[in-house]
């Protein structure tokens, strides 16, 4: 589809490939995407969208779906940093002083703890989210984190807490791939970047939100009271809030354009038409092992894996450490929870900006560097400066907090350049592997009460991530130049409704690579 004022033809009942014998003729009629059941019904009829109503169907969607992810998501990072607020809370007091009596390094593994249960059910739960339906498995998933959050406020001991933070994890772990599935599902190429980083930047308003909301907790309990220790309260009110969301997700987000209740008949096909030119479709349940294989051989599922591992050392150190890590600038534990909300406006702009002029001028990769080099120069602050210049030591904290520029970048991507249902959820998984696997180890730098060398295994780590961003950008590059080659071959014939045939991202000439 070239532009959507143009007319489209609808899928046919059996698409064939020129070079594809007549079995697999056959089998791609019946593995095709789900999109093709949509218009089913509808043969031999055009479907055509003017600017015009493309305008006002975009904003319709983003009004019923946009408000949602981005306030789950949010909750989904407060969830997951909760812990840091109670650290300066009371959480590691003496029982006796309404604590769990956490000792050692045992605050350290309770991080890491989210991240095995992460780990543990990523690629499971990346499966259920290709055969169950989207919207609905992802409510389930949201109400359950806020269930097992809330029995945090009950635990009395170290164990408890490593069960409450496993299962945490494990509901968590739907969160991202299924966002990222959602924001490939709705949107096209050019819009992706943009929502991707609005969703996700609701991290930032969250750290502003937890900060302010544990920083009232804090002092409402020191002047009246409480029969219920401050860090419980902080579990409570997160738990509660996104049990309420999770219920409201569940009835308001569709799993899909053919169950949108929202639109009208006509509006869902023209919401499924408009995503033509993604060359992905809608959704696809059955699982292909080819694509797992081509997963597993393609380069730039490494480079994805490679990069969340190697940035999220960092995010997984700074994102339950936070609080401890301003109070070692010399601020107290109540001005901590304060002082830390900036960071999360920080986060905010920058990540809606890198996603914005990302899609403005097509190049996500090379623009979300600039938060990654603004960061590395904020640990610099931090690590150069010497202890008595706490103010510009905590700039140099909120300059940090335009890191997740880049991991937001090629999340979307992952929606984006990764086509084949099979595979965009095998390489989701991947990525949020290493995602986890980093965010486990990311804890474990943070030892004793001298950070630095923590602060210096950062640096290093984001410099090595930039290398790994210019070979994302290079490959993209050189498998375009390769495609459009095939597509210029004398008798290269496009396939009939190509688009909505589940191929791979590297099987379709016709797919190009978004920067």
């Given at each position: 589809?070239?532009?959507?004022?143009?007319?489209?033809?609808?899928p046919?009942?059996?698409p064939?490939?020129?070079?594809?014998?007549a079995?697999?003729?056959?089998?791609?009629?019946?593995?095709?995407?789900?999109?093709?059941?949509?218009?089913?019904?509808?043969?031999?009829?055009?479907?055509?969208?003017?600017?015009e109503?493309?305008?006002r169907?975009?904003?319709?969607?983003?009004?019923?779906?946009?408000?949602l992810?981005?306030?789950?998501y949010?909750?989904?990072?407060?969830?997951?940093?909760?812990?840091s607020?109670?650290s300066v809370?009371?959480?590691?007091?003496?029982?006796?002083?309404?604590?769990?009596?956490?000792?050692?390094?045992?605050?350290?593994?309770?991080?890491?703890?989210?991240?095995?249960?992460?780990?543990?059910?990523?690629?499971?739960?990346?499966?259920?989210l290709?055969?169950?339906?989207?919207?609905?498995?992802?409510?389930?998933?949201?109400?359950?984190?806020?269930?097992v959050?809330?029995?945090?406020?009950?635990v009395?001991?170290?164990?408890?807490?490593?069960?409450?933070?496993?299962f945490?994890?494990?509901?968590?772990?739907?969160?991202?791939?299924?966002?990222?599935?959602?924001?490939s599902?709705?949107?096209?190429?050019?819009?992706?970047g943009?929502r991707t980083?609005?969703?996700?930047?609701?991290?930032?308003?969250?750290?502003?939100?937890?900060?302010?909301?544990?920083?009232?907790?804090?002092?409402?309990?020191?002047?009246?009271?409480?029969?219920?220790?401050?860090?419980?309260?902080?579990?409570?009110?997160?738990?509660?809030?996104?049990?309420?969301?999770?219920?409201?997700?569940?009835?308001v987000m569709?799993?899909?354009?053919?169950?949108?209740w929202?639109?009208?008949?006509?509006?869902?096909?023209?919401a499924?038409?408009?995503?033509?030119?993604?060359?992905?479709?809608?959704?696809?349940?059955h699982?292909?092992?080819y694509?797992?294989?081509?997963?597993?051989?393609?380069?730039?599922?490494?480079?994805?894996?490679?990069?969340?591992?190697?940035?999220?050392?960092?995010?997984?150190?700074?994102?339950?450490?936070?609080?401890?890590?301003?109070?070692?600038?010399?601020?107290?534990?109540?001005?901590?929870?304060?002082?830390?909300?900036?960071?999360?406006?920080?986060?905010?702009?920058?990540?809606?900006?890198?996603?914005?002029?990302?899609d403005?001028?097509?190049?996500?990769?090379?623009?979300?560097?600039?938060?990654?080099?603004?960061?590395?120069?904020?640990?610099a602050?931090?690590?150069?400066?010497?202890?008595?210049?706490?103010?510009?030591?905590?700039?140099?904290?909120?300059?940090?907090?335009?890191?997740?520029?880049?991991?937001?970048?090629?999340?979307?991507?992952v929606?984006?350049?990764?086509?084949?249902?099979?595979?965009?959820?095998?390489?989701?998984?991947?990525?949020?592997?290493g995602?986890?696997?980093?965010?486990?180890?990311?804890?474990?730098?943070?030892?004793?009460?001298?950070?630095?060398?923590?602060e210096?295994?950062?640096?290093?780590?984001?410099?090595?991530?930039?290398?790994?961003?210019?070979?994302?950008?290079?490959?993209?590059?050189?498998?375009?130049?390769?495609?459009?080659?095939?597509?210029?071959?004398?008798?290269?014939?496009k396939?009939?409704?190509?688009?909505?045939?589940?191929?791979?991202?590297r099987?379709?000439?016709?797919?190009?690579?978004?920067?």
């Open positions: 589809m070239t532009s959507h004022s143009e007319k489209a033809p609808l046919a009942s059996s064939t490939h020129s070079s594809q014998n079995g697999e003729k056959t089998e791609h009629a019946q593995d095709g995407d789900e999109a093709l059941k949509a218009f089913a019904s509808h043969q031999g009829t055009v479907l055509e969208i003017t600017p109503e493309n305008k169907l975009l904003r319709k969607i983003d009004l019923h779906i946009m408000p992810m981005c306030l789950v949010g909750l989904n990072y407060l969830d997951k940093t909760t812990l607020y109670a809370m009371g959480i590691s007091a003496p029982k006796v002083a309404g604590g769990i009596g956490l000792h050692g390094t045992q605050y350290n593994w309770l991080g890491s703890m989210f991240y095995f249960g992460y780990l543990a059910w990523e690629y499971p739960t990346n499966r259920l290709q055969r169950l339906p989207l919207g609905k498995y992802s409510a389930f998933n949201i109400i359950m984190w806020g269930t959050l809330s029995c945090f406020a009950g009395k001991s170290f164990s408890g807490a490593v069960a409450v933070r496993f945490l994890g494990v509901f968590e772990a739907a969160v991202t791939p299924g966002f990222a599935l959602f924001t599902q709705w949107y096209t190429k050019r819009e992706q943009t980083g609005i969703w996700f930047s609701f991290n930032g308003f969250a750290q502003i939100f937890g900060g302010l909301v544990a920083y009232g907790i804090a002092v409402g309990v020191e002047k009246s009271g409480s029969a219920i220790a401050p860090w419980k309260i902080i579990f409570l009110v997160t738990g509660l809030l996104t049990i309420t969301m999770g219920v409201l997700f569940l009835f569709p799993d899909s354009q053919m169950n949108a929202w639109l009208t008949k006509e509006e869902r096909l023209m499924i038409e408009r995503i033509r030119e993604n060359n992905q479709g809608v959704g696809n349940k699982f292909k092992m694509q797992l294989k081509e997963a597993l051989t393609d380069p730039l599922t490494w480079a994805f894996f490679f990069y969340a591992l190697v940035a999220d050392i960092p995010n997984g150190g700074v994102s339950n450490f936070f609080s401890l890590l301003i109070r070692s600038f010399g601020y107290t534990a109540k001005q901590s929870l304060l002082y830390g909300t900036p960071g999360g406006a920080v986060e905010i702009v920058a990540l809606i900006a890198c996603g914005w002029l990302g403005r001028y097509r190049n996500r990769l090379l623009i979300s560097t600039s938060g990654l080099l603004i960061s590395i120069f904020g640990m602050l931090i690590v150069g400066l010497p202890a008595s210049k706490n103010t510009g030591r905590l700039i140099g904290y909120y300059l940090t907090q335009s890191s997740p520029t880049p991991f937001v970048a090629l999340l979307s991507l929606s984006t350049n990764v086509a084949g249902y099979t595979k965009k959820t095998t390489v989701a998984a991947m990525f949020l592997i995602y986890c696997t980093g965010n486990i180890i990311g804890p474990q730098t943070f030892r004793g009460k001298n950070y630095v060398p923590a210096i295994t950062i640096m290093v780590c984001w410099s090595i991530c930039l290398f790994d961003l210019l070979f994302i950008w290079w490959y993209c590059r050189r498998q375009n130049a390769k495609k459009a080659l095939i597509r210029a071959e004398l008798g290269y014939v396939l009939e409704n190509q688009e909505f045939l589940d191929l791979t991202d099987e379709n000439p016709e797919f190009v690579y978004s920067l």
